[in-house]
């Protein structure tokens, strides 16, 4: 290793000893000439020989020849500009990487750090195991070549928790040896580092690498004296830092974006700070998650759940209250219990109405108006829950004596049942223990709870399923029926202590909370949620993006509260029945500590001088003093002369060009060249130029999305998409154009309609997307749909039919037959068959530009569906949890079947015809 320079063959470079000889056996080539006197050459003196040649090699083509066959030399030498050193040794390699949530924000230095010393290993000779401590192989580890392990590296991602170091311990200890260790760690002192370094020491020589960059994660939002509070800790408390926290959320038209932003300051000795956000409780009701701005990993991401949202209740009471006897009033107890985490209203039940409250409680009120029975109904189905206290009113009424109806879960007896009647119980009633089916299951029934008066139900066979808590006798004590997407539930007791003493008991609280009328103000214990299972909705990965859970098993409450998270629980929202939690990866009460290593112990930085292999440049360089050499032999012999002259001087000229010069020619080029090349180069996809920044920015999206699932999933390998401008741009580079209709948008020129007829003529196709089938279908009166048959008139569209069963755009890929985006209407119309088409097993021929239709015409906002982000998350929301992936699974499958239409024609249409074709051929 010569200062920096390295080479792969040393020995190689013995040839240059070799140099002088050659030196001097170039210079006798040609032979000097042999001298004779001859009296007759007087006669030649003056005359002057064109084709004269040397009688001795020129010394500058000498060194031009020695100089590239130095060059040649030292190629073939292998040298390495910064070439890493190799450490001391032959025992096996064990490469392990944290791999956790705190090595995501660097992760690419990371896996670049492990291929240079695969590198290493592999100049060395040394056999190799890669192993990620967040996910330990089975058993003893597999060596291989380095060369075998490299290409393992690109699949390899962070976790998004921390590693069991403990476990890894015990995994280490059993490892045989002599094994030397190249620790790649995320500088955090996680539980049980020590014992595994000393595993690892014992097994050999270890050396750890690790990042410069600081850690930074949050903790869970936390809301005090009602401000949003954000707290972010950080590893190396070594000085002043701001960040910033960003809070996001679904805006009103259930868009994912960024509701609001704070700055958190870490002062120089400080490993926490906190960010505070004053938000309406609307807008904070929205917020589903806070997350560090500009660093991506899981744990700079804080999910939020129902801890976070206030809900809005409506309390609304039959009869006056007494204002002088609070204890007594049916609202007292109610108001102690929510207010804590609700919002209250106390309105008449019409205006209460149009609050559109989470929850409304109807406290001992048996008759409603019909406009007030309508509306509830209505509230009901579409997602509110209706909570019911029974009471004197709705004893002596006879409401939901025949049949429960909408507004009631079970069936009444007329009258009640207490003490002393004709129904007397003798004493007062316990509860029983919750079934395992019950939202209640694993609270704890205080002894003192009793109950002493109830509103009976009626025997029904529907009533076990409906009865989520009931007394020691079997007697039901809430009841609950679903009512659209919506719920309605009773307590068959008073909201006062009149009938019971449960609306003054804790276990009160814990019941609304279950029911999802309240929220809980901290961190459910393992207590609290005992009993309980929860399904996994969305978890996230270790860069901090939510993904679908799919078909992840559910989790015991109790579990949920209490381990910490692993790749059995991963960080997420968890749901069982209408409430949600989140288990993000720092907990409340988490810190960060930098990892101490023993002295001895090298620790080096990720990041490096990358070695770079010189071989190619100096062997070019050879085979160009070589093409010199052989031009200026031709030179010095007299041959090189007219045109041959002109070709030397063009060949010479191109073999040593700096490359930057085509690069620089091609900013010579105008606008429209440049982007004719770069719509040319690959297949571009393409969108029509709006004007509304906020839906070009979604069509841009969209058609990255489409391109991106287009590359993973086919053959076609689709360039960024490009926007187009009607009026200027050249639209016969773009196999399709798609155009989101705006209700205000212009009418392009005379000139524009002519180059779109000439597009679609050509074979190019025109999607049409209105964006409206949420609220109105093919050719309704929405604005959008009024706006496309005006954009669309002057345009010459063939004869169109809704996508029929048969269409090449249901199998030119996937087999399809529905069409979503963000909205799944199948109202999607294409250029009708001729109505003389030739029919072949009931599928007619489409002969028109190879069988493309020419327009497709939807409202399905499949931009919206198709869209991601630079690092591929879905930008709009669609459906809710699992239902709405799967549409937009179905609305990518959709446009890679158009564009797969588009590229290939008729083809897979031909494929159903093909007796009929070999027909033809034969006829």
Do not use: C
Request: cysteine-free; charged content about 20%.
């Amino acid at each position: 290793m010569i200062a920096g320079l390295a080479f792969a063959t040393p020995l190689a470079l013995l040839a240059l000893l070799a140099l002088p000889i050659l030196w001097w056996i170039l210079r006798a080539v040609p032979p000097a000439p042999i001298r004779r006197r001859f009296p007759g050459v007087a006669l030649l003196l003056g005359l002057r020989d064109d084709e004269s040649q040397t009688d001795k090699t020129p010394w500058w083509l000498l060194a031009l020849r020695i100089a590239a066959l130095a060059a040649a030399i030292i190629g073939f030498s292998g040298p390495v500009l910064n070439p890493q050193p190799l450490r001391a040794g032959d025992s096996p390699v064990l490469i392990v990487m944290d791999s956790s949530w705190a090595s995501a924000p660097d992760w690419t230095a990371r896996r670049d750090r492990a291929a240079l010393l695969l590198d290493e290993a592999a100049r060395s000779g040394r056999p190799v195991a890669l192993v990620q401590l967040t996910d330990l192989p089975g058993g003893a580890i597999a060596l291989q070549s380095a060369n075998a392990v490299l290409p393992r590296l690109p699949s390899l991602v962070p976790a998004p928790y921390a590693p069991d170091l403990a476990a890894a311990a015990d995994w280490a200890q059993a490892l045989s040896g002599p094994l030397e260790t190249w620790w790649i760690s995320d500088g955090i002192d996680h539980p049980g580092r020590a014992a595994l370094t000393a595993a690892f020491m014992q097994k050999g020589a270890l050396s750890v690498f690790e990042g410069a960059r600081d850690v930074i994660a949050l903790r869970p939002p936390q809301v005090v004296d009602g401000m949003l509070e954000v707290t972010a800790i950080r590893r190396d408390a070594i000085a002043p830092q701001a960040i910033e926290i960003v809070a996001h959320g679904l805006d009103p038209l259930g868009i994912a974006r960024e509701l609001a932003r704070a700055t958190a300051g870490f002062d120089t000795s400080a490993d926490s700070a906190t960010a505070s956000f004053d938000l309406p409780p609307e807008l904070r009701n929205r917020i589903t998650r806070f997350e560090i701005a500009g660093q991506r990993g899981a744990g700079g991401v804080a999910l939020t759940d129902d801890a976070l949202q206030r809900r809005q209740v409506a309390l609304i009471a039959g009869g006056a209250t007494d204002e002088q006897q609070a204890l007594l009033s049916p609202l007292h107890y109610l108001r102690q219990a929510l207010a804590p985490s609700a919002d209250l209203i106390e309105a008449a039940l019409g205006d209460a109405l149009l609050a559109s409250p989470d929850v409304i409680m109807l406290v001992d009120i048996a008759t409603l108006s019909p406009e007030e029975e309508d509306g509830l109904i209505a509230w009901v189905e579409n997602g509110g829950l209706l909570l019911r206290f029974a009471g004197p009113r709705l004893a002596a009424s006879d409401i939901a004596r025949d049949v429960a109806g909408p507004l009631m879960p079970v069936r009444l007896r007329a009258g009640g049942r207490s003490v002393g009647g004709a129904m007397s119980w003798g004493e007062p009633k316990a509860l029983s223990p919750f079934t395992d089916t019950s939202p209640f299951f694993g609270l704890t029934i205080p002894a003192d709870v009793t109950v002493s008066a109830q509103v009976m139900a009626q025997p029904d066979p529907m009533l076990a399923e409906r009865t989520i808590a009931a007394l020691s006798d079997g007697t039901p004590l809430v009841t609950r029926a679903r009512q659209g997407q919506g719920a309605v539930v009773l307590f068959h007791v008073t909201a006062n202590a009149e009938w019971s003493s449960l609306p003054i008991s804790g276990l009160f609280v814990q019941m609304l909370e279950r029911l999802a009328v309240s929220t809980r103000p901290a961190a459910p214990d393992a207590a609290a949620l005992a009993g309980t299972i929860w399904t996994p909705e969305q978890v996230l990965d270790g860069f901090g993006q939510l993904r679908d859970a799919g078909d992840r098993p559910g989790v015991d409450g109790a579990d949920l509260a209490a381990m910490p998270v692993s790749a059995s629980l991963l960080p997420g929202l968890y749901a069982a029945d209408d409430r949600r939690i989140a288990r993000n990866v720092i907990g409340a009460e988490t810190t960060l500590a930098p990892a101490a290593w023993p002295l001895g112990v090298p620790v080096a930085g990720l990041v490096t001088i990358t070695p770079t292999d010189l071989m190619a440049a100096f062997l070019i360089a050879a085979l160009v003093l070589l093409l010199i050499d052989a031009l200026a032999a031709m030179w010095l012999a007299g041959r090189l002369t007219g045109l041959a002259r002109g070709a030397a001087i063009v060949i010479l000229a191109y073999g040593i060009m700096p490359h930057g010069a085509v690069a620089q020619n091609a900013q010579t080029l105008s606008s429209q060249e440049q982007i004719a090349i770069l719509a040319t180069a690959e297949v571009t996809l393409a969108y029509v130029i709006t004007g509304d920044a906020e839906l070009d920015a979604m069509s841009r999206a969209g058609l990255q999305g489409l391109s991106n699932t287009l590359f993973q999933r086919t053959s076609v390998e689709p360039a960024a998409p490009m926007g187009v401008d009607l009026e200027t741009d050249e639209l016969s580079f773009f196999p399709m154009l798609y155009w989101p209709v705006l209700a205000d948008q212009a009418l392009p020129s005379a000139t524009a309609y002519r180059r779109l007829n000439d597009y679609m003529r050509a074979g190019g196709m025109i999607v049409f997307d209105t964006r409206d089938a949420h609220i109105g279908g093919f050719g309704s009166g929405t604005p959008e749909g009024r706006r496309l048959r005006a954009l669309a008139a002057p345009l010459d569209i063939p004869p169109l039919e809704p996508i029929p069963p048969d269409h090449v755009l249901t199998r030119s890929f996937y087999l399809l037959q529905d069409f979503p985006g963000r909205h799944a209407s199948r109202d999607v119309w294409v250029e009708a068959a001729p109505a003389d088409a030739e029919q072949v097993e009931g599928m007619p021929f489409r002969n028109l530009n190879d069988g493309v239709t020419p327009v497709m015409i939807g409202g399905n906002a499949w931009a919206a569906a198709w869209a991601q982000d630079e690092i591929g998350r879905p930008l709009y929301p669609i459906g809710r949890g699992s239902t709405g992936e799967r549409q937009r699974e179905i609305a990518l499958r959709f446009g890679v079947n158009l564009v797969m239409h588009v590229l290939s024609g008729n083809y897979k249409s031909d494929q159903v015809h093909v007796p009929a074709l070999l027909d033809r051929l034969g006829q």
